[in-house]
Every structure is written in C-alpha cells, then in structure tokens.
C-alpha cells in the first residue's frame, strides 16, 4: 500500500461515523419512550455522547497528494476525498451540538418536498405491510454471510458486536461487516442482506480493491447515494425487496424530511400512521443520531440515500449508463466514467471483478468477470 492510501486508510479508521453518532445512553432512551409505565413515554429522547469534539482537533485530514503517480483524474478524485474528509471532520467535532445538522446536508444532502410527497405515497400504497417474524440470530446470519463471501473469493471478515445503533455497517477501509450480536433477522430478510450487504457492498469494495488505486475500495467522495442506491436497487431486481422495507425506506426518507424542522417526537407520530411503535421509534431513532436534544430539528440526513439513491440508479441507466461500470468499485456516479475509461485504456484488471445476477445481461464490462450467485 502506497503512503496516500495508507493516510486514507488511517483517516477513515478514525472517522467512523456509526461509532462517532453512537449515543451513550441509547437503549436507556429507548426504553424510556417506548415503556408504557415510564413517566417520560413519549418526551423526545437527550442523546450523550462520548464522541467530544476536542479529540478530533488534532486530526489532520491532508492527503500527500504530490506522492501519487497517477491520471489527472485520479489524482482529482483522491483531492475531493481530501475537501470530504475535512467536511466530515468538522461534522464529527460537532455531534451534540447546532452545527452537526448543516455539516450533514453540506456532505450527503437533504431530501427535497417532491422526495418526501414521494415517499408518503409508498407509503400509502404499503400501508398494510407489517413487520416479518425474526427468528435467525445473528450468529447464523454470520455463518451464512462468511460461507457465501468465500465462495466468491471476496476477503471480507463479518464480526460480531456488542454495541451497535444498527443491525449492520460496513467497514470498507477495514474489509468488515459488522454484526449486532443482538439482532436477528427474518428469513426473507436474509436474501434480502444477502443482495445488499454482499453483491452490491462487498461486490463493489472487493472490485474496486483490483485497481491500482485504494481509494477505490474505501470510498470516493460522494460514494454513498450510489452505494444505498445500487444495493436497494439490486434488492427490487432480485426479487428479494418486499412491502414492508419498501416502507421503511421510504419512512427514513420522509422522517429526514421532517426532522429537517421538526423534534423526535412529532417526527415518530407522523410515523405511527405507517409504522407500528417499535419500528417508527428505530427509524427516527436512526435519523436523529447526531443530536443531543432531539426535541430540536435536525437530522443525520443520509438515511435519504436509501430511497433517493435506487431511483438515480434508473436514471443513471436511462442515460446509457453501465451497471457493470457502477459496480467498479465504491464510487460516485459520476466517477463511473473514470472507470469506463480506465478500463478501455486497460489501466485496470477486471478479471477478478464480481458482479450480481442482474448485470449478467450487460454487454458492455469485462466478458471475464464472474456472477454472483
């Protein structure tokens, strides 16, 4: 690894956001809303955090750009990285406080009102859609998700912890998918992880690591609509996206909308016309990550990126896009193109490359590539 892949790799360790967002007292708050006998039931949760923006004072986010030997274009991509990470910095010194919400729309963007009228009538349309029984634990989800990863000669360890706001994240710097060891999940929901988190994230980080360039793997700047976008995409093409996460990711969209201007309890009544207690609570729980006083508006604004993203992904396509290239690696849409012209100047091996089942019709990426099966 080069010493500008090498500070990269440094720089995304410490600038984890799910662990950054991560309030102390999550399952506290939880419980206090949610419990039927608690006095403060349905008072907007006071998020703590252990994240002080003191610790990131002396983080610097510069790359050596000048030790790259690469295309103008790549050396372009790795200095937007660079104004990124210093954007994400910043964000992360400011959980807990007034500054964190502007930060997040100036990273991932906001939902406009057209999205969130949008995701009101998916919403509407699902209306009955309820919740699947659990009954896998997540040990054996890991044990499902390992199997399948090694059968592709994808190098991507899953853990299991101890302490998670969510059911799954990926580490693309690290090459991890992290479990909550508490979580378990639906039969219909396996298949369904099994397209996201290993054809579309563990695909993309393990075809972006056959470049020459390790930015590629973790992430260029603006990657994540792409990300959310590709995988929720794969999971309707499949067959594997059924009604009720059609509704939750529309209900993220709409709960970034509006907490925009609202706090954690409007927020969570507007969802009770779609959602059942439980899960309106976890995705508004999700969303307001980030805050302190979540009675305040604001939001960690990237949940959007799930519903927004599969409808960019069409549009990407519609324009004579290669879903083959957008699988090239953990990339922006509008890095697709740097791809395509890598590949034609035969800049990059795409022998090793992996591709779902959807983009088998393709004709127009690497006749060497394997389908995911």
């Known amino acids: 690894m080069n010493d500008l892949d090498a500070k990269l790799k440094i720089l995304l360790q410490r600038l984890t956001l799910s662990a950054a967002v991560m309030p102390a007292n999550l399952l506290e708050e939880r419980e206090a809303f949610l419990h039927p006998r608690f006095p403060r039931r349905g008072k907007s949760p006071v998020f703590r955090y252990e994240n ?32 990124e990470l210093d954007i994400t910095k910043r964000m992360f010194a400011a959980v807990g406080s007034d500054k964190f919400t502007p930060l997040c729309i100036e990273l991932f963007g906001a939902p406009t009102p057209e999205d969130a009228s949008k995701a009101r009538e998916v919403l509407v349309q699902h209306a009955a859609a309820a919740p699947l029984t659990q009954i896998c634990s997540a040990k054996n989800f890991a ?18 912890r101890a302490a998670m706001a969510t059911r799954i994240s990926v580490d693309a710097a690290l090459r991890v998918i992290n479990l909550n060891q ?119 604004t990237k949940e959007f990126h799930y519903y927004t993203g599969p409808l960019k992904v069409r549009s990407f396509l519609n324009r004579k896009g290669n879903l083959k290239t957008l699988m090239g690696g953990k990339i922006a849409f509008k890095h697709a193109n740097v791809i395509a012209k890598l590949v034609q100047q035969g800049l990059i091996d795409t022998s090793k490359w992996v591709f779902p089942l959807e983009a088998a019709d393709d004709s127009n990426a690497a006749p060497a590539a394997k389908k995911l099966k």
């Open 52 to 83: 002080a923006s003191s610790q990131w004072t002396d983080l610097d986010p510069a790359l050596p750009l000048e030790s790259i030997n690469a295309p103008d274009e790549i050396v372009e991509i790795y200095r937007e990285k660079q104004r």
């Open 143 to 160: 044990e499902i998700l390992e199997t399948r990863l090694a059968q592709l000669g994808i190098a991507m360890k899953v853990v299991l």
């Open 182 to 300: 508490h979580a378990l999940f639906a039969p219909q929901a396996i298949q369904r992880l099994l397209v996201h988190e290993r054809d579309a994230h563990a695909g993309r980080i393990h075809n972006g690591a056959c470049l020459p360039w390790g930015i590629f793997s973790m992430g260029t700047a603006g990657y994540r609509e792409a990300e959310e976008g590709l995988a929720v995409y794969l999971e309707r093409r499949s067959g594997h996206l059924y009604p009720f996460q059609e509704k939750i990711y529309a209900g993220r969209c709409l709960a970034v909308y509006l907490s925009l201007s609202a706090g954690f309890a409007e927020v969570f009544e507007e969802l009770r016309v779609y959602f059942d207690e439980k899960t309106a609570y976890a995705i508004v729980e999700r969303i307001k990550r980030g805050l302190a006083d979540t009675s305040r508006s604001g939001a960690l």
